[in-house]
Every structure is written in structure tokens, then in C-alpha cells.
């Protein structure tokens, strides 16, 4: 690399087994939106609401100004828990909890407001949610479950008189799961004298292990209903002239129910499109279904073959039974998708509901492909069911041969995947390092490079450049670059809910209309939402959809994944790194990539010691049950 400063929800047949259980829908009720997008960067306030909603946050504002909950969370406050979230607050002040970025002291306050005297450390209510809140806190770091004996301790920690009471007050609610966790037969487990093991007691919100049983049985249905698409003749016609790794690639997604292509995303991209396009012509009903809108559109769509994104192919619809922040899907177990061949790229960025909500819309029969690169990242969801289905070893696993690197960017990420930051020659500064001392300076540097460097020196115009870092909060994260990108490329004073016409937005949390990491551009808005024009079409989003919107010039590495860019700025701070989300960033340039190296030493420390946090999860094991 070349140092320089120039050019710097759930499916219906989930939700009938889960979240519209009545028991299950309060778990999912509670739990919904807590994992919407990042909650260190508060969303703009959404546009004028309709009449019903702003009944109930007049009837919220009135019981936060009366008992000192700043007034800005209202607004989240009543997206998380719905209109009539005033009345539930007052009965259950704890239940605040659930709204992202409330702490427990703070809930603690508000109930000592609510309920006075009676607000005491061992109210059941207090319990009961501070359970529910230990696992969701868990589920931000992506663990689907947690040792029971970890909650209690962090509840005696939190003063609460009786732990145990606390969690069985959850399991009555069925907000929480008690699942048992089998020990695994170590070398003295045959040994006469060993004492067994006991099995592990492992708690988990509802949401996600009801989740994750349901990706299980999908995975498990697929991979026994299947049957070759085709016949071996034809399967040997297709297969003649190809490499051996192409060839295992065609053989596997036509044989198996389930399987799993890695690879590098160009080389993935290939082999997907000319797969699937050989069987689409062998008149199989063949898709490929992309992250975003604009990542499908990257993609040649082969003759016969559907290729869209998988937000859109599930068919979103609004139901208004759905839980608050929860978009759910037409296409389901009662409604399959009308596919025998379907591919998914970046599914290493599928969390465990929209896994359950993909597997379960499969029909019978049908063979799933997922694709991913080499040590993707995790989903930012909870879970890890890529992973955890290739650690089952109940599927079949390809990887295609690393090809000879194309330019500089597919060196760079060749060595990073592989846990080295190394050097290249890019005379055609198709990758650039720009130093900054401080995350102040890792501000100022990205825009400059976004509105002057990279479009001059190189041609790409700003709306092509896309800024991502490794989070939403702190100095050099996306909250701070889109408040310094909006005042040079489109100041305002917010008319729409905190947008202006012009603005780039991102979706943190998904859409009907939109997916997670689609970007679009303001248009306008008024009472009735905010007008978006997404890379599929304008689109209104609604008031009470708005919040899931944030500033899109500079957005997540998990929000960006699986979306490429002839330009990308990488403002790589000390904090939040790891080998694959710097191979994530990194890959996600097309022509340029400007690394604003703000972490000093941390940054190549973090792609030789890999830095990815373990994760506690169930997948693996409910595969092979």
C-alpha cells in the first residue's frame, strides 16, 4: 500500500411457531427493534405521525416530562413498544428496558418515578426484565444463548434479592427459553472412575432460539427431501470442460439439498451466475438472490434466471399484527417459493431469523446454495449459521481455487483474508493509506477524500464513493463522518424528521420496500412519510418506518457487506476491529479503496490475531439431532 494524503422477522409459519404464539409474541414484542441497527446513533425523529400514533406519544411525552425521561426518547419508545406503550410503561415501568440504549439505572429511575415507594430491587417485574435484557445484551454480541449461571450471577450483581426467581418469572412469561446444553464426550469420558457431566442449563430469548430450531429443521428438511435435479448424463454434459473446483461446485448444488460454495467474491460471483444459468437452460427453476436492490443489479443475470435481491425474493409485506419493528414475509412454509435451484451470495450475513425465514420459504425438494467468502464476518445478528452449518458437517463444503490476483485491491484482500497487512504496489492508486493522528483528523481526511480527492484524481463521482467504518458511535464512526459529509455535500436544516432532500440514507433495520444496507436519496417527505428513491424505484417510507433510516453517506461494515462500490473510503479506528471485518471493508472496492489508517498498530494486529469474538450458539448441534 502506498502512503500519501491524495486521493485520500419472521416467516408465517415462524411466526405460528413462534412470535404469534401469545406467549412468544410478548418475547418478541419486547425484544423487537433492540437489534435494529446501531443504538450509540440515534435516528433522526421520524416525520409527523398519523393521528392514533400521535395520540400515543402525546399520551408518552406527558408521562416521560412528568417523571424526567429526556423527550427524544419518546419517539423510540413508541416504536419499540407501539401506541399504547404509556399505559404498558405505567403498569411495567421495567419494560423501558426494552428500548435500545435504556441502561438499567435508568430504568430503575423511571420506575422509582412511576411507582414511588413500591419500585423496589426484587419486584418481579424488575427481575423478569432485567433477565430479558441480559440476553438481549448477549444477542448484540451475537451469542443466540447464555449459561443460566452467567445470569444469575449478573443479577446478584444488579442487587436482585432472588436470582432464580427472577428467571423462572421469565420462563412463565415465555419471554425466555431454558434449553439444555449437552456436554461433549472428552477423552476420559469413557473412564469408570469419571464422574459425568451435567448438562449445561443455557437460557435465550425466545426470539432468537425459537429462530434457530427453525433454521435446524429447515436445513434438516431440505437436506432429506432432496433429490438430483438432474439426471447423471446431463449432469456429466454440464460438468465437461470445467475445473475440478467449478465442476464439485455444480455437482454439489444439483445433488444436494443444502450446500455451501466459498470463495473469493469475484470468483464466487462467476461460478453462481454460470451454475445456475447451465441449469436454468436444463429448464430448472433457478434464482440468485443478492443482499441488496443494488447489489443484484451488479450481477449478469444468465438467461432464465431470476436474479434480485433475497429481502424482495421473500416478498415483505405489512401486517399490522406484527410485532413493532418486525417486517414479515409472505413467502413461507404455506407459501414456497416457486424455485429448485436457489443461490444466495454473502450468506454469511444471514442471522438466524431471516436464516429460519429463507429456510422455511424453500419447498421441498428445492437445493439452497449458500455462498461466502472465506472467514466472512458474522452476521450482525445474533447467530452464525453459516458457520455453524459448515462445523455440523452434515453438507457439503466447496471451495474454488484462489485465482491469480486481478489488480492491487485483490492482493490486498488476498493478504488480509490470509492475516497479513501487507504492502502493495498500486501505481494506479487503486489503493491508497492516509495517515490521521486522531479521530478528529479520520474525519476531516474521509471527507476530504469523498467531496475533492477521489473525484478529482481518479474521476468517481461522489455517488459512487460510499465511507464505512467499524461502527456507529464514538469520534470516527458513522454518526460523526454523516454529520461532517451532510454539511459539505448537503447542508440543511432537517425539514423531513432530521432529512433534506438530497440526502443519502442507509436502512439500519429492514423495510417492506427496502433490505438492511440498501441506500437511496431523500426526495421529499411530509405527513405521510419520507420519499426515498431506492436503486428498485421510489418508495414512501411511513412515519413510523422512518426511524429505521439513518445518513447513508458513511455507513457500517455490516451494513455495507455484500454491496460493492467503485469507491470506498475505510476510516479504520482502533476500536471494533478484526481480520474479517478489515477483509470485509477492504473487499467491498471495486476501483478504489483509501484507507484512513487512524489505529496505528491496532489495525495490522487485528488481521495477524484474527480479533473475532466467539460465539455462543446452537445451530451445529440441532442440525445433526
Same mark, same amino acid.
Not at 43 to 67: H, I, N, S, V, W
Not at 328 to 340: F, N
Given at each position: 500500500?502506498?502512503?500519501?494524503?491524495?486521493?485520500?422477522?419472521?416467516?408465517?409459519?415462524?411466526?405460528? $411457531?413462534?412470535?404469534?404464539?401469545?406467549?412468544?409474541?410478548?418475547?418478541?414484542?419486547?425484544?423487537?427493534?433492540?437489534?435494529?441497527?446501531?443504538?450509540?446513533?440515534?435516528?433522526?425523529?421520524?416525520?409527523?405521525?398519523?393521528?392514533?400514533?400521535?395520540?400515543?406519544?402525546?399520551?408518552?411525552?406527558?408521562?416521560?416530562?412528568?417523571?424526567?425521561?429526556?423527550?427524544?426518547?419518546?419517539?423510540?419508545?413508541?416504536?419499540?413498544?407501539?401506541?399504547?406503550?404509556?399505559?404498558?410503561?405505567?403498569?411495567?415501568?421495567?419494560?423501558?428496558?426494552?428500548?435500545?440504549?435504556?441502561?438499567?439505572?435508568?430504568?430503575?429511575?423511571?420506575?422509582?418515578?412511576?411507582?414511588?415507594?413500591?419500585?423496589?430491587?426484587?419486584?418481579?417485574?424488575?427481575?423478569?426484565?432485567?433477565?430479558?435484557?441480559?440476553?438481549?445484551?448477549?444477542?448484540?454480541?451475537?451469542?443466540?444463548?447464555?449459561?443460566?449461571?452467567?445470569?444469575?450471577?449478573?443479577?446478584? $450483581?444488579?442487587?436482585?434479592?432472588?436470582?432464580?426467581?427472577?428467571?423462572?418469572?421469565?420462563?412463565?412469561?415465555?419471554?425466555?427459553?431454558?434449553?439444555?446444553?449437552?456436554?461433549?464426550?472428552?477423552?476420559?469420558?469413557?473412564?469408570?472412575?469419571?464422574?459425568?457431566?451435567?448438562?449445561?442449563?443455557?437460557?435465550?430469548?425466545?426470539?432468537?432460539?425459537?429462530?434457530?430450531?427453525?433454521?435446524?429443521?429447515?436445513?434438516?428438511?431440505?437436506?432429506?427431501?432432496?433429490?438430483?435435479?438432474?439426471?447423471?448424463?446431463?449432469?456429466?454434459?454440464? $460438468?465437461?470442460?470445467?475445473?475440478?473446483?467449478?465442476?464439485?461446485?455444480?455437482?454439489?448444488?444439483?445433488?444436494?439439498?443444502?450446500?455451501?460454495?466459498?470463495?473469493?467474491?469475484?470468483?464466487?460471483?462467476?461460478?453462481?451466475?454460470?451454475?445456475?444459468?447451465?441449469?436454468?437452460?436444463?429448464?430448472?427453476?433457478?434464482?440468485?438472490?443478492?443482499?441488496?436492490?443494488?447489489?443484484?443489479?451488479?450481477?449478469?443475470?444468465?438467461?432464465?434466471?431470476?436474479?434480485?435481491?433475497?429481502?424482495?425474493?421473500?416478498?415483505?409485506?405489512?401486517?399490522?399484527?406484527?410485532?413493532?419493528?418486525?417486517?414479515?414475509?409472505?413467502?413461507?412454509?404455506?407459501?414456497?417459493?416457486?424455485?429448485?435451484?436457489?443461490?444466495?451470495?454473502?450468506?454469511?450475513?444471514?442471522?438466524?431469523?431471516?436464516?429460519?425465514?429463507?429456510?422455511?420459504?424453500?419447498?421441498?425438494?428445492?437445493?439452497?446454495?449458500?455462498?461466502?467468502?472465506?472467514?466472512?464476518?458474522?452476521?450482525?445478528?445474533?447467530?452464525?449459521?453459516?458457520?455453524?452449518?459448515?462445523?455440523?458437517?452434515?453438507?457439503?463444503?466447496?471451495?474454488?481455487?484462489?485465482?491469480?490476483?486481478?489488480?492491487?485491491?485483490?492482493?490486498?484482500?488476498?493478504?488480509?483474508?490470509?492475516?497479513?497487512?501487507?504492502?502493495?504496489?498500486?501505481?494506479?492508486?487503486?489503493?491508497?493509506?492516509?495517515?490521521?493522528?486522531?479521530?478528529?483528523?479520520?474525519?476531516?481526511?474521509?471527507?476530504?477524500?469523498?467531496?475533492?480527492?477521489?473525484?478529482?484524481?481518479?474521476?468517481?463521482?461522489?455517488?459512487?464513493?460510499?465511507?464505512?467504518?467499524?461502527?456507529?458511535?464514538?469520534?470516527?464512526?458513522?454518526?460523526?463522518?454523516?454529520?461532517?459529509?451532510?454539511?459539505?455535500?448537503?447542508?440543511?436544516?432537517?425539514?423531513?424528521?432530521?432529512?433534506?432532500?438530497?440526502?443519502?440514507?442507509?436502512?439500519?433495520?429492514?423495510?417492506?420496500?427496502?433490505?438492511?444496507?440498501?441506500?437511496?436519496?431523500?426526495?421529499?417527505?411530509?405527513?405521510?412519510?419520507?420519499?426515498?428513491?431506492?436503486?428498485?424505484?421510489?418508495?414512501?417510507?411511513?412515519?413510523?418506518?422512518?426511524?429505521?433510516?439513518?445518513?447513508?453517506?458513511?455507513?457500517?461494515?455490516?451494513?455495507?457487506?455484500?454491496?460493492?462500490?467503485?469507491?470506498?473510503?475505510?476510516?479504520?479506528?482502533?476500536?471494533?476491529?478484526?481480520?474479517?471485518?478489515?477483509?470485509?471493508?477492504?473487499?467491498?472496492?471495486?476501483?478504489?479503496?483509501?484507507?484512513?489508517?487512524?489505529?496505528?498498530?491496532?489495525?495490522?494486529?487485528?488481521?495477524?490475531?484474527?480479533?473475532?469474538?466467539?460465539?455462543?450458539?446452537?445451530?451445529?448441534?440441532?442440525?445433526?439431532?
Amino acid at each position: 500500500m502506498t502512503d500519501s494524503t491524495e486521493p485520500a422477522s419472521s416467516s408465517p409459519s415462524s411466526a405460528e $411457531r413462534a412470535a404469534r404464539a401469545a406467549a412468544a409474541m410478548r418475547a418478541a414484542e419486547a425484544a423487537a427493534g433492540a437489534l435494529d441497527g446501531p443504538r450509540d446513533e440515534d435516528p433522526a425523529p421520524p416525520p409527523e405521525p398519523a393521528r392514533g400514533a400521535r395520540d400515543g406519544l402525546r399520551a408518552l411525552g406527558e408521562l416521560f416530562a412528568a417523571t424526567g425521561v429526556p423527550a427524544p426518547l419518546a419517539a423510540r419508545a413508541a416504536a419499540r413498544l407501539g401506541p399504547d406503550a404509556a399505559d404498558r410503561l405505567r403498569a411495567d415501568p421495567w419494560r423501558l428496558l426494552a428500548v435500545p440504549g435504556v441502561r438499567p439505572p435508568q430504568a430503575d429511575h423511571f420506575a422509582r418515578a412511576v411507582l414511588g415507594p413500591d419500585a423496589g430491587p426484587g419486584d418481579v417485574r424488575r427481575g423478569r426484565a432485567l433477565v430479558l435484557h441480559l440476553l438481549m445484551e448477549a444477542a448484540r454480541g451475537g451469542h443466540t444463548v447464555t449459561p443460566a449461571a452467567e445470569v444469575v450471577s449478573a443479577l446478584e $450483581r444488579a442487587r436482585v434479592p432472588d436470582p432464580r426467581r427472577a428467571v423462572e418469572a421469565a420462563l412463565e412469561e415465555a419471554e425466555v427459553l431454558s434449553l439444555t446444553e449437552e456436554p461433549e464426550f472428552g477423552d476420559d469420558a469413557f473412564d469408570e472412575d469419571a464422574e459425568p457431566e451435567e448438562p449445561e442449563e443455557m437460557l435465550g430469548a425466545a426470539r432468537w432460539a425459537l429462530a434457530e430450531e427453525a433454521a435446524a429443521e429447515g436445513f434438516q428438511r431440505l437436506t432429506l427431501t432432496a433429490a438430483p435435479l438432474l439426471g447423471d448424463a446431463a449432469v456429466k454434459g454440464l $460438468r465437461d470442460g470445467l475445473p475440478e473446483d467449478r465442476s464439485l461446485a455444480l455437482t454439489a448444488a444439483l445433488r444436494t439439498g443444502v450446500s455451501v460454495l466459498r470463495g473469493a467474491p469475484d470468483g464466487v460471483a462467476a461460478a453462481v451466475l454460470g451454475i445456475a444459468g447451465a441449469a436454468a437452460g436444463e429448464g430448472l427453476r433457478t434464482a440468485v438472490a443478492a443482499p441488496t436492490d443494488r447489489a443484484a443489479a451488479d450481477l449478469a443475470a444468465p438467461e432464465g434466471v431470476a436474479v434480485t435481491s433475497l429481502h424482495r425474493l421473500l416478498e415483505p409485506r405489512d401486517d399490522p399484527a406484527a410485532a413493532p419493528g418486525a417486517v414479515v414475509y409472505a413467502r413461507g412454509e404455506r407459501s414456497p417459493l416457486d424455485l429448485d435451484l436457489l443461490f444466495v451470495t454473502d450468506a454469511a450475513a444471514l442471522d438466524v431469523e431471516l436464516c429460519a425465514v429463507l429456510a422455511e420459504a424453500c419447498p421441498d425438494g428445492a437445493h439452497l446454495v449458500l455462498c461466502a467468502e472465506p472467514g466472512a464476518a458474522p452476521p450482525a445478528g445474533p447467530g452464525r449459521p453459516l458457520d455453524d452449518l459448515e462445523a455440523s458437517e452434515t453438507v457439503p463444503v466447496v471451495t474454488l481455487d484462489a485465482a491469480p490476483p486481478a489488480g492491487p485491491l485483490d492482493v490486498l484482500a488476498e493478504a488480509v483474508r490470509g492475516g497479513d497487512l501487507a504492502a502493495v504496489d498500486a501505481p494506479g492508486r487503486e489503493v491508497v493509506i492516509v495517515p490521521a493522528a486522531d479521530p478528529g483528523e479520520a474525519v476531516h481526511r474521509a471527507v476530504q477524500l469523498v467531496t475533492d480527492s477521489i473525484p478529482r484524481a481518479l474521476g468517481i463521482p461522489v455517488e459512487d464513493v460510499q465511507v464505512v467504518a467499524p461502527a456507529a458511535g464514538g469520534p470516527a464512526g458513522t454518526g460523526a463522518l454523516n454529520a461532517a459529509l451532510k454539511a459539505r455535500l448537503n447542508p440543511g436544516p432537517g425539514a423531513f424528521g432530521g432529512m433534506d432532500p438530497g440526502d443519502r440514507v442507509v436502512v439500519a433495520a429492514p423495510l417492506p420496500c427496502a433490505a438492511v444496507g440498501e441506500t437511496g436519496a431523500v426526495t421529499g417527505g411530509g405527513p405521510g412519510g419520507l420519499d426515498v428513491e431506492f436503486p428498485a424505484g421510489p418508495a414512501v417510507v411511513s412515519p413510523a418506518d422512518a426511524s429505521r433510516l439513518r445518513h447513508g453517506w458513511a455507513v457500517t461494515v455490516a451494513q455495507a457487506r455484500g454491496t460493492r462500490r467503485p469507491g470506498v473510503v475505510a476510516v479504520m479506528p482502533p476500536e471494533g476491529l478484526s481480520r474479517p471485518l478489515v477483509a470485509t471493508a477492504f473487499g467491498l472496492a471495486r476501483r478504489h479503496l483509501s484507507v484512513v489508517q487512524a489505529a496505528g498498530p491496532a489495525l495490522a494486529r487485528a488481521v495477524r490475531e484474527d480479533g473475532a469474538a466467539p460465539r455462543r450458539t446452537r445451530l451445529a448441534t440441532l442440525v445433526t439431532q
